[in-house]
């Protein structure tokens, strides 16, 4: 089965940057729509941004639109989600979700999951 792993999170200060790595391993990752979804204490789990296969098609949620970038590198079955100017309100567990098929923002439509990294922005 398909194994996600995410890296790169941490403690930043507000305005600050982090980028985060999710990899996968397994075949047939240019396949799957890769999204990223991030989880506060207390709050639902919540959809961040979305690729497909080539990059043409990418989505982000408003809050992280023009702050956050998400790519993929399926030579190295890497996703990537560079996060600019980051707010406290970004304090969130980042996850990773691959998805075979039609591109979404909820979760339950997510067939694998990584397990998270802590991204912790302080103001």
């Known amino acids: 089965q398909v194994q996600l792993v995410e890296s790169g999170g941490g403690l930043v200060q507000a305005g600050g940057s982090l980028k985060l790595s999710c990899a996968a391993s397994?075949?047939?990752?240019?396949?799957?729509?890769m999204a990223w979804f991030r989880q506060a204490p207390g709050k639902e789990r919540e959809f961040v941004g979305a690729?497909?296969?080539?990059?043409?098609?990418?989505y982000y949620a408003d809050p992280v639109k023009g702050r956050f970038t998400i790519s993929r590198d399926n030579a190295k079955n890497t996703v990537h989600l560079q996060m600019n100017s980051l707010k406290p309100e970004d304090t969130a567990v980042y996850l990773c979700?691959?998805?075979?098929?039609?591109?979404?923002?909820?979760?339950?439509?997510?067939?694998?999951w990584g397990r998270g990294t802590q991204v912790t922005v302080s103001s």
């Open positions: 397994g075949r047939s990752f240019s396949s799957y729509f």
């Open positions: 690729i497909n296969w080539n990059g043409a098609m990418i």
């Open positions: 979700a691959a998805r075979g098929g039609l591109p979404s923002g909820y979760a339950y439509d997510y067939d694998y």
